[in-house]
């Protein structure tokens, strides 16, 4: 019995198209599952021509205007993080606010879970897709799995952790200043919870990890494969759960406890490229969530796994890319296919 199976199946559309001057109009729609969770994600090709209306081009000189008109109130900007921001017990964190280069750690002023921690990226109020460097995001990373060691060391029931990333307004960031969030609760969030359960009944009906599985596979058919590194394999989702989504998989390492310096490098490298792929793509915004297993065991069923999607640029009146069909049917559009994804983010690797 085949382990992974890239399940998909076709649908026409048929109706008169006032843009062809009336003529009948068939259009083909392709509908993918994933192999795991059996998200959907749905592929006509005629979307393609309507990328410039679905992600206008990003208006540089409306985000440099907001930048400016926000900058002096940024509690993270001149140091100002030194006291504005809420800060740990020096019981609970070695150090209030830990830092490492020009990263730096503190509490959420609104936390979503025991441990929910945000991480400014750098002095810098604006940065683009492009100028978050490998160098800057191994600091953030490298600050992130270090909490979360402490985290559990001091309370063992913070066992499930994700590291996340909201970048610029139309992701759903508050503020214009780069940063990260993390998270840290004793059960997983939804979408977690669903990866871990699927990933366990894989195990027990295959006896093989479907993480292992799937990395064999994609590297089999080499379409969706964008790049190798020691630590970590990066390629387009099959059935993306957003806008050109990528994952990576890290296939020695099941939490992020497991995490030594070089799996850190890895994440912080692969990040970066892919944000330069994106940018040169002409997009300006992008959400990321890496997850991991729980950390008080090892899980042969699972392995650290990363998704990234870009989202809408910024204009000043951006649509949003995210309703019903993304938040109450669960399905994704697929804009470009991701096999041309792939592709297209190749040559950053």
């Known amino acids: 019995m085949k382990k992974i199976l890239f399940q998909s199946w076709q649908q026409t559309a048929v109706f008169h198209n006032p843009l062809k001057e009336g003529q009948l109009d068939t259009?083909?729609?392709e509908v993918r599952m994933d192999p795991l969770t059996g998200h959907q994600s749905t592929f006509n090709e005629a979307m393609e021509g309507k990328m410039s209306m679905l992600f206008p081009d990003t208006d540089y000189a409306y985000l440099e205007e907001r930048a400016k008109a926000t900058e002096a109130a940024c509690f993270m900007c001149d140091g100002r993080w030194r006291s504005a921001t809420p800060s740990y017990s020096t019981g609970f964190l070695p150090e209030s606010?830990?830092?490492?280069?020009?990263?730096?750690?503190?509490?959420?002023?609104?936390?979503?879970?025991?441990?929910?921690?945000?991480?400014?990226l750098g002095d810098r109020h604006l940065r683009l897709m492009n100028e978050l460097h490998a160098d800057l995001l191994e600091d953030a990373l490298a600050l992130s799995m270090e909490s979360f060691r402490e985290c559990h060391r001091q309370d063992p029931s913070l066992r499930h952790f994700t590291i996340n990333a909201n970048f610029l307004l139309p992701a759903g960031a508050s503020l214009i200043h780069p940063h990260l969030q993390l998270l840290g609760s004793p059960f997983p969030g939804t979408?977690?919870?669903?990866?871990?359960?699927?990933?366990?009944?894989?195990?027990?009906?295959?006896?093989s990890c479907y993480w292992l599985d799937l990395l064999e596979e994609e590297k089999f058919r080499e379409v969706?494969?964008?790049?190798?590194?020691?630590?970590?394999?990066?390629?387009?989702?099959?059935?993306?759960?957003?806008?050109?989504?990528?994952?990576?998989?890290?296939?020695d390492t099941s939490h992020f406890l497991e995490w030594k310096a070089s799996e850190v490098r890895q994440m912080a490298e692969g990040i970066s490229r892919v944000l330069k792929?994106?940018?040169?793509?002409?997009?300006?915004?992008?959400?990321?969530?890496?997850?991991?297993?729980?950390?008080?065991?090892a899980s042969p069923e699972f392995r650290c796994f990363l998704r990234l999607v870009n989202r809408q640029n910024v204009t000043a009146h951006h649509r949003t890319d995210d309703y019903y069909f993304q938040k109450l049917l669960k399905n994704e559009i697929i804009i470009q296919r991701p096999e041309k994804l792939a592709a297209n983010l190749r040559p950053f690797f």
Not at 191 to 207: N, Y
Not at 228 to 241: G, I, L
Not at 283 to 294: E, L, M, Q, R, V
Request: glycine letters at 6%; proline letters at 6%.
């Open 224 to 251: 969706r494969m964008i790049g190798q590194m020691s630590d970590s394999a990066w390629f387009a989702a099959y059935s993306p759960m957003g806008a050109n989504e990528v994952n990576a998989i890290w296939p």
């Open 97 to 120: 606010r830990p830092q490492r280069g020009e990263a730096v750690l503190f509490p959420n002023l609104f936390p979503l879970a025991a441990f929910h921690a945000v991480i400014m």
């Open 277 to 297: 792929g994106y940018h040169h793509m002409k997009f300006s915004t992008f959400n990321f969530s890496c997850f991991s297993g729980p950390v008080d065991r």
């Open 191 to 207: 979408h977690h919870q669903l990866l871990l359960e699927k990933s366990l009944a894989h195990f027990q009906k295959h006896d």
């Open 27 to 29: 259009q083909n729609i």
